[in-house]
């Protein structure tokens, strides 16, 4: 059954290798969307794309901070109900309001914004359209993830992206594709994907519920922290970034560093899959008092997986460095760098994405998440202010891997005092990558960089080698 911690345990593997399948396809088509625009409308044409989404993702902040809790108490629901309708309904009612509060406001947001994007009026009916259609079907994925409908999930967002690509595909075809065209694929794309969802969870929300004071407050309770925590998060995140690198760069420049935004939140998928898995099981351990088991994946498992992550970004990195000139043109040559600084900045992020935020989540400690983003926000502002000017996209990827390590130092010190979590050798994990980065960015060496990398994470596998084999046994008890 799929209300017990067992169900998650037993079919973590299963689940893990289908979201990864499934999130392969979607990288790849991804992958062709980003190949067609950057192809037919260059490096500006696809900057302009992109301003449009980091528009409605600044709106966005504002109206999905009660996401979260569709799925911490969707899940308690779901174990003693298999339902998920009142969790599911609760929050949707907020999720109406707030949209409604934020497009009614946009008089007031969207002109400062649009003029840091460099975005014309006609782009706001597009902007809030986006919008609209990505919270509600934001609210559908985590429905799904409450449901532990996970698998579902997946082939949803790899439909979403095949939709995405064969529209882009059929505009080129049919040569009319522009900035409009290829946002509206954006943007028809998920409206879809929301109508098949609400579908397949139909029996879980389509059902008879009741809904107490104690239960809404509850769920604002854990919901509230969240909405300064989105919207600081923002600041910390790519899609700030796309604003400060419009304001001191230019819109090519936007286009160019967006390639490896793209690519690297391509390879974040697959430890955002594993926080799929973890959240509801981390829940489901909460009610079933299983702490032994959540200690020992971040005593061993967390760090394990942290430096083995920091391998793989780097020799993605350095293929990458290769290749980016040749698939995109001589002119995305420039993203090379910022990739494999951002690459590193999402191995410094592991430990938070596949550990700290879901068991954040799942303690009803997102205080911690909150306190985390507003540091993280803060120091990513100022070393855009400082760095964009200087080193240019180089330095707008320095600021989110400073950023990201001040949000890991601040959960592992607040979850090792709220859930007496070991922050064990998760630093030491993350010194081959930061290594192998320092020293492409100062000789231009990406062969050394590699080297370097690979170098320092023989030696720290080899001094936490026991830890190493404690994390080898603990997947291998994973039962198919």
């Known amino acids: 059954m799929r209300q017990s911690s067992s169900w998650d345990i037993r079919n973590a593997p299963r689940n893990y290798i289908s979201l990864v399948a499934f999130q392969l396809g979607s990288a790849l088509f991804s992958f062709a969307s980003v190949w067609i625009i950057t192809r037919y409308l260059g490096s500006e044409g696809y900057g302009g794309i992109v301003a449009v989404i980091a528009a409605s993702q600044v709106a966005q902040v504002f109206i999905t901070w009660t996401s979260v809790a569709v799925v911490r108490f969707g899940v308690d629901e779901f174990v003693e109900t298999e339902k998920i309708a009142r969790t599911f309904w609760t929050t949707i009612i907020a ?25 014309t009026p006609a782009s706001f009916w597009l902007v809030i359209v986006h919008l609209a259609v990505t919270v509600i079907w934001i609210q559908v994925q985590m429905g799904l993830q409450a449901a532990k409908l996970l698998r579902v999930q997946g082939f949803l967002q790899m439909i979403e992206r095949l939709l995405i690509f064969s529209g882009l595909f059929a505009l080129t075809a049919a040569a009319v594709l522009g900035s409009t065209w290829a946002i509206l694929c954006y943007i028809a794309a998920p409206a879809a994907m929301i109508v098949v969802g609400i579908f397949r969870l139909r029996s879980y929300i389509f059902a008879r519920f009741s809904v107490d004071r104690v239960f809404v407050r509850k769920i604002f309770a854990f919901s509230i922290p969240l909405l300064p925590f989105s919207l600081v998060g923002y600041f910390s995140g790519s899609y700030v970034d796309a604003v400060f690198v419009s304001k001191f ?38 009610r079933e008092t299983e702490g032994a088991r959540t200690f020992d994946f971040f005593r061993n498992v967390l760090p394990s997986l942290t430096m083995l992550w920091g391998l793989a970004c780097t020799a993605l990195a350095f293929v990458a460095y ?10 995305f040559q420039a993203a090379a760098l910022p990739l494999w600084i951002l690459l590193t900045a999402s191995t410094v992020a592991i430990p938070v994405a596949i550990g700290y935020a879901a068991l954040s989540n799942a303690t009803s400690t997102t205080y911690i998440s909150m306190i985390a983003a507003i540091l993280a926000a803060v120091t990513n502002i100022l070393a855009n202010f400082i760095l964009i000017p200087r080193y240019g996209t180089a330095g707008c990827a320095f600021a989110t891997l400073l950023a990201f390590f001040v949000s890991v130092t601040t959960f592992a010190v607040l979850m090792r005092r709220a859930a007496k979590m070991p922050v064990s050798w998760t630093y ?13 960015a100062l000789y231009h060496a990406p062969f050394w960089g590699l080297s370097a990398c690979v170098a320092m994470s023989i030696l720290v596998g080899y001094w936490f080698r026991d830890s190493l084999g404690n994390t080898l046994l603990f997947l291998k008890n994973l039962r198919m």
Request: a neutral charge; proline letters at 7%; charged letters at 5%.
């Open 95 to 119: 999720l109406a309001a707030n949209l409604v509060l934020v497009a009614g406001l946009s008089p007031l947001w969207f002109p400062y914004l649009a003029n840091w994007l460099k975005l």
């Open 249 to 286: 760069l230019s819109t090519r420049d936007l286009g160019i560093y967006s390639v490896a935004t793209q690519i690297n939140g391509m390879a974040l998928q697959l430890p955002t899959l594993a926080n799929t898995l973890l959240l509801p099981l981390f829940v489901t351990l909460q």
């Open 322 to 331: 290769f290749l980016i000139p040749v698939v995109f043109g001589t002119e």
């Open 428 to 440: 030491f994990a993350i010194i081959p990558a930061i290594v192998g980065v320092l020293t492409v």
